[in-house]
């Protein structure tokens, strides 16, 4: 222990640092200052990880002057946060105000308590909570319930009504709903055949409890045994029949949807009107849901339609949207949108969509409304909805991008902020990414708060000067009236881009958009199944890319930019010449594999672009197929190719032809 402490006050010596600003780096002047603040904070990292307090008090004593002093006490706090007062959690948050790690300690403490059912003590911490993620929000709302706060549970309708995988927290919180006044019979109603019909047995008996309802465990253990005997011999006289038929039909139709759909009419009849309709329901939402074993069903869609009348959740409002969307069954998709929530239906996607299916109605009236809508969203942004609009309007994405700079006060105002001081800290000493990542993020986040684009874009520049261009576009695209589209769509290694990307027959600026989407130009970024590099090659693709080029496959190249460029404008060219030469197809097909993104094609006629990106069952590969294709667009105008038609680069999809 006495080295240990030796040392620690050996590095305090070296502590006092000086920077010099140098073209928009932060320079140490004595490199043992550097190398002794990269000992502190990863030394008492380490301390933290073997829960060593009298170590950590060493460092915090030796780090209370610095940047990143702050940390060893949340170590502390954090080791054993079960076991903290109230007190503790208040005075760190106090002494380092509206810091990220304050918040972060502060969230996690109100979980805890939360998970002990001690809501007296997590209490006074929900004020020192701004930016909760949805384990953190639930547990918060659960705290503001016990303290007498019950109008809380109308925010969260939609944990009451979800069936997805969510955090404890949340199913918590929908518990504690249960005895809430304000959730109405109907309420109930809605959350047990949505619980049923998931399979839910355990949460669907609680909630019938709260129905008068009384469901045996038995009964349903025999219905999963064996549904269709259940469903064609199940009684219809009174509620808790109804519930045990929902049961069936679900566990029917997570089994085979077929048999579900040819089986839902005569299992619908003899019961009442709304019970039919959540029958109804339950086929089509497994349908909508089950894409990806079952492929897409134009009867699903017409279940959908049927069950109309009684309310919808978001995730079913969604699925039935996405149905309509498929199918091109616009005054279906009208009331897909219109069941949805104020919130929901406001969302830019959704507004479009809307848009799409009210100008099918034809008239002068509706086609006004639609340019309405287009107009409003051409204005409102130049995201992927939002260049769409542009499109319906006649409007190109044209001219010189933004091309804003911060001024001189912005970057002293950078090297002054706490926030961004211990972002840049952390990256200069090659800290844990998720360290470094969260403070760049708050640090981001408090700026934009403060709707101050100046700070964010010094902060940006200066990123993007020192090639750390990930967290440079994440800050980038956060400014409001200033922007810099050089920052936000960064173009590094640009001769080798272009270079490759040509030699491989494929536009530039769409492979520049698709490595932006992979890696945000992260060299060696690794995927959680072992994708690597710029653009994210997996070792068989990278290995089989090789062979076609006459090449021997060096595991180590796929780290080196040229390589990897090389290897994945090589391969986006080959999938998209399996794929009709379809970029849509191909950009599916690079995220989640060329038979997918061919299995989703239509089986007859063909599909407008737009219909099939919404319509891919695969949230991340609709999601990456909708920045791609957006970042292709904006990647065109600063690569020079004059003004952009985002539909342009989306043809229609073909019809997938038979094998």
Request: proline share 4%; glycine share 6%.
């Amino acid at each position: 222990m006495r080295v240990e402490r030796n040392r620690v006050l050996k590095q305090l010596n070296y502590h006092t640092k000086t920077f010099i600003y140098l073209s928009g780096f932060f320079l140490f002047v004595c490199s043992q200052s550097s190398h002794a603040a990269e000992e502190q904070f990863n030394d008492a990292l380490r301390a933290s990880g073997s829960a060593n307090t009298a170590l950590l008090d060493q460092y915090q004593a030796a780090m209370q002057n610095d940047a990143l002093g702050y940390y060893p006490e949340y170590w502390k706090l954090n080791s054993n946060l079960a076991f903290q007062s109230p007190a503790a959690i208040i005075s760190f948050a106090q002494r380092y105000p509206q810091s990220a790690m304050a918040e972060k300690l502060a969230a996690d403490y109100v979980e805890e308590k939360v998970k002990q059912a001690d809501f007296a003590n997590a209490q006074p911490i929900l004020s020192y909570i701004s930016n909760p993620d949805q384990a953190e929000s639930c547990a918060v709302a659960q705290v503001r319930a016990k303290s007498g706060d019950p109008l809380v549970f109308a925010e969260y309708k939609d944990v009451w009504l979800t069936t997805n995988a969510q955090p404890d927290s949340c199913t918590g919180l929908g518990r504690m709903m249960l005895s809430s006044p304000l959730m109405t019979r109907q309420d109930r109603e809605q959350r047990l055949y949505a619980q049923l019909r998931a399979g839910q047995s355990g949460l669907a008996m609680a909630t019938a409890q709260t129905l008068g309802i009384t469901l045996s465990l038995a009964t349903l253990n025999q219905i999963q045994a064996n549904p269709m005997d259940y469903l064609w011999s199940a009684e219809k006289n009174n509620i808790s029949d109804y519930a045990y038929l929902v049961y069936a039909l679900g566990r029917v139709a997570d089994t085979d949807l077929n048999v579900a759909l040819q089986s839902v009419q005569k299992a619908a009849q003899g019961t009442p009107d709304n019970v039919q309709k959540y029958l109804y329901r339950t086929v089509a939402y497994i349908g909508g849901t089950t894409v990806m074993k079952n492929n897409f069903n134009r009867q699903v869609l017409q279940y959908f339609d049927a069950s109309y009348g009684v309310p919808f959740s978001p995730e079913e409002s969604e699925i039935y949207a996405r149905q309509a969307v498929r199918f091109g069954a616009w005054e279906s998709l009208i009331r897909a949108i219109n069941s949805m929530s104020v919130s929901q239906r406001s969302e830019d996607r959704w507004q479009y969509w809307l848009a799409r299916a009210t100008e099918q109605r034809g008239d002068s009236t509706s086609k006004r409304t639609a340019q309405d809508i287009y107009q409003k969203l051409a204005m409102s942004g130049d995201s992927y909805h939002n260049l769409l609009a542009k499109d319906h309007i006649g409007q190109r994405l044209t001219g010189s991008p933004a091309n804003e700079q911060p001024s001189s006060s912005d970057m002293q105002r950078l090297d002054q902020n706490i926030h961004f001081r211990r972002a840049f800290t952390l990256r200069n000493i090659n800290a844990p990414a998720n360290y470094t990542n969260r403070e760049w993020n708050w640090a981001v986040r408090q700026a934009y708060l403060k709707h101050d684009d100046g700070l964010i874009l010094a902060a940006a520049k200066r990123a993007t000067d020192m090639g750390w261009y990930d967290r440079a576009i994440y800050a980038a695209e956060r400014t409001e009236k200033k922007h810099n589209y050089g920052y936000r769509y960064a173009t590094p290694h640009q001769a080798m881009v272009v270079s490759h990307s040509k030699n491989a027959g494929i536009d530039p600026a769409w492979a520049y958009g698709l490595m932006r989407q992979e890696s945000r130009f992260v060299t060696a970024a690794r995927s959680h199944v072992g994708a690597g590099g710029l653009m994210q090659i997996m070792p068989d693709t990278a290995k089989h890319v090789a062979r076609q080029m006459g090449e021997t496959y060096n595991p180590a190249a796929l780290s080196d930019a040229n390589t990897n460029i090389r290897y994945g404008t090589y391969y986006l060219s080959m999938i998209q010449g399996q794929l009709s030469s379809n970029p849509v197809l191909a950009t599916a097909g690079y995220n989640a594999g060329p038979n997918r993104a061919k299995r989703w094609q239509p089986d007859d006629n063909k599909l407008a672009a737009d219909q099939y990106t919404e319509s891919i069952p695969l949230t991340e590969t609709r999601d990456y197929v909708k920045n791609v294709m957006t970042n292709a667009a904006h990647y065109g105008i600063l690569l020079g190719q004059g003004p952009q038609q985002i539909e342009s680069r989306m043809p229609p999809i073909p019809m997938r032809m038979s094998q």
